[in-house]
């Protein structure tokens, strides 16, 4: 499933999802908290990383799946309090965000462990 897309192309979409989500999130909030903006401001880093990442530089690599577990265990919050208000438009939201976010990290552990066999051939 997971074959056709390189890790690039689901961090960048990741990385969309959490701008346009967070930020629609941020805006629509009656009581909008600076804190609900991390996922922007992780997604904006990430797509400045992605060049990077598409050119497959080790290092660059490494910080945006750091910044993508970040965001991963970030995420959980919010969700639980989503849905602790019974907020199910909010908790979709962050379940979205959820998804790209694994999406995202499988394609790097996936990308990682090849590189690694590749290596050792």
């Known amino acids: 499933m997971f074959k056709q897309f390189k890790p690039y192309q689901l961090s960048a979409f990741n990385a969309v999802s959490l701008i346009l989500i967070g930020g629609f999130g941020y805006l629509q909030s009656e009581t909008p908290s600076p804190t609900a903006l ?5 997604g904006l880093i990430l797509l400045v990383l992605n060049p990077g990442v598409k050119k497959e530089n080790k290092v660059v690599a490494h910080i945006a799946v750091l910044l993508t577990l970040v965001i991963l265990f970030g995420l959980l919050m919010p969700l639980n309090a989503a849905i602790g208000r019974s907020d199910n438009f909010a908790a979709l939201r962050v379940l979205f965000m959820l998804l790209t976010t694994v ?6 552990v996936k990308s990682f462990i090849e590189a690694r066999k590749n290596k050792n051939q």
Request: aromatic share 10%.
């Open 103 to 108: 999406l995202a990290i499988v394609s790097f």
């Open 38 to 42: 991390i996922p922007v401001v992780i």
